[in-house]
């Protein structure tokens, strides 16, 4: 049996670089609380990401939640239902209600042509994803935003290094939230962040995150905990200097896939966006049952038949969420709801050899043919 495949693999420094980096915290004891690690990780992220502010927090999903909190948002959030958990989670735990806006079917981001009808005068926010380093439609939203006087609250967990028309994609909307967990193009092991423009926002991010604590002597908020602690900054210090080169990595993966899978009848893959020099984050692939010859489930199965384990993401719909159960109609977001039905995202890591690549598009490919997934 040959090694396993996973659908992703962390991204690390060689051991000795990790050492050296966390080395001087045994001389300074200074383990968490915004040291000198988190304030060297902040100052460098926030020139690589091209914004004017960068706050690190203890995980993406924390940047979300506090986020939305801090604007002191009410009522109803557009957003998509074609997301992680944690997108519609830090929505209902500020006590929000998610609106669900439909995908479009090209790069699976919000369809920002569908969101000016969904407004109503209780809507305060609108809350887009940014879906596999692709980026949604920034002019529309931006242009939707400013009518309605709408905050926005960019979800860009898989946009890390992702630029649009040379910018950084952190400094489009109000607020930019990225993940740096440990299966992320760039990770410290468990982190997040979040870029803004608005100082008074920042301050109000900043005691969200640590307690509400105003000074040594005046705690004049109710806060969380959301302190990125040293040894994560540290390891986000080290993949710093490396993740342009991982990119590059993920790229050469991506074009082999490419080779083999575009223009194959039934599959359909993410598109080529003017003016965004994307990441490489993920490879989807959507299948047509009808015109490829076997279902996404099928080549789920196929493959990890043969230890290669692909992912169903996303899927389900966080609309379609047990714990949501009879509050939100999945039909009226129909092509998410088809999407996720059929989309399957192939292994993709820096070091993935260029032979495994082909052997899965082989499995892949097979499936289609005559007889199916055997």
Same mark, same amino acid.
Not at 87 to 110: E, K, M, Q, W, Y
Not at 195 to 212: E, Q, V
Not at 296 to 309: D, G, M, P
Not at 323 to 345: D, Q, W
């Given at each position: ?216 002597? $005046?705690? =004049?908020?109710?806060?969380?905990? #959301?302190?990125? %602690? &040293?040894?994560?900054? @540290?390891?986000?210090?080290? !993949? ?45 692939? $959507?299948? =047509?049952?009808?015109?490829?010859? #076997?279902?996404? %489930? &099928?080549?789920?199965? @196929?493959?990890?038949?043969? !230890? ?47 032979? =495994? ?18």
């Amino acid at each position: 049996m040959e090694d396993k495949i996973l659908v992703t693999k962390s991204s690390m420094p060689e051991l000795p670089e990790y050492i050296e980096e966390i080395s001087e915290l045994w001389d300074t004891h200074w383990l968490t609380n915004m040291g000198c690690k988190h304030q060297k990780l902040q100052q460098q992220l926030e020139t690589y990401l091209d914004v004017d502010n960068v706050e690190l927090l203890t995980n993406g999903h924390m940047a979300l939640e506090l986020s939305m909190q801090a604007s002191n948002l009410s009522g109803e959030v557009i957003t998509t239902p074609f997301t992680f958990a944690s997108t519609t989670h830090a929505i209902v735990r500020n006590g929000l209600t998610p609106v669900f806006c439909d995908i479009d079917p090209v790069t699976f981001t919000i369809d920002a042509s569908k969101i000016e009808e969904l407004i109503t005068d209780r809507t305060t926010a609108i809350v887009p994803v940014h879906v596999y380093g692709n980026i949604c439609n920034i002019e529309e939203i931006e242009r939707i935003a400013i009518k309605y006087g709408l905050k926005v609250i960019y979800d860009a967990a898989h946009a890390f290094g992702v630029t649009y028309k040379t910018k950084g994609i952190g400094s489009y909307g109000d607020i930019s939230c990225f993940s740096f967990h440990a299966t992320k193009v760039f990770n410290s092991i468990e982190g997040g962040a979040v870029c803004f423009k608005d100082s008074d926002f920042g301050k109000k991010l900043y005691k969200l995150k640590n307690f509400g604590i105003k000074n040594e002597e $005046v705690v =004049d908020g109710i806060g969380a905990n #959301a302190k990125m %602690n &040293e040894f994560c900054a @540290a390891m986000g210090l080290c !993949n710093l200097r490396h993740v342009d080169e991982e990119i590059k990595k993920r790229k050469l993966i991506v074009e082999r896939y490419r080779q083999h899978l575009d223009n194959v009848e039934g599959i359909q893959l993410s598109p080529v966006q003017k003016d965004v020099k994307t990441n490489y984050a993920y490879f989807p692939v $959507v299948f =047509d049952e009808k015109n490829f010859g #076997a279902s996404r %489930n &099928e080549v789920y199965e @196929a493959l990890a038949i043969n !230890n290669i384990f692909a992912r169903k993401y996303f899927y389900p719909l966080t609309n379609t969420f047990e714990c949501f159960h009879g509050k939100f109609n999945v039909y009226e977001t129909p092509i998410a709801l088809h999407i996720s039905k059929r989309v399957l995202t192939l292994p993709l890591y820096s070091n993935l050899q260029l032979e =495994d690549v082909d052997r899965i598009c082989n499995i892949v490919l097979k499936c289609g043919e005559k007889g199916g997934c055997v």
